[in-house]
């Protein structure tokens, strides 16, 4: 499923109008557009997020209908890339507050 969703991705990029597109460019695009296709293309959901330095913000994407994962970096200039993805995602529940 991974290469399915490379493959994808690769796809929508090169077809997106980018002449003369490189690999660096294959898995970055503007920042609305890519969560659009995350959330109707493959139907994943944003499972949480955090800063990463002061113009960056890393997200999980989770598919949970086929245990596909994203992580997605966005910056502050309105773009994100596609820096890793996966499968098998598994959520681990947290431990009860002993207190």
Not at 45 to 65: S, T, Y
Request: glycine residues 10%; negative net charge.
């Amino acid at each position: 499923m991974r290469s399915l969703l490379a493959l994808t991705f690769c796809a929508l990029a090169i077809g997106s109008g980018s002449e003369g597109a490189t690999i660096s460019d294959l898995f970055c695009d503007d920042s609305a557009r890519l969560e659009k296709q995350l959330l109707t293309i493959h139907g994943a959901q944003k499972l949480g997020r955090g800063m990463r330095g002061p113009d960056a913000l890393l997200e999980v994407w989770i598919a949970p209908n086929s245990g596909d994962w994203t992580l997605v970096q966005s910056y502050a200039n309105g773009t994100s890339c596609i820096v890793a993805m996966g499968e098998h995602w598994e959520e681990i529940a947290s431990k009860a507050d002993p207190a």
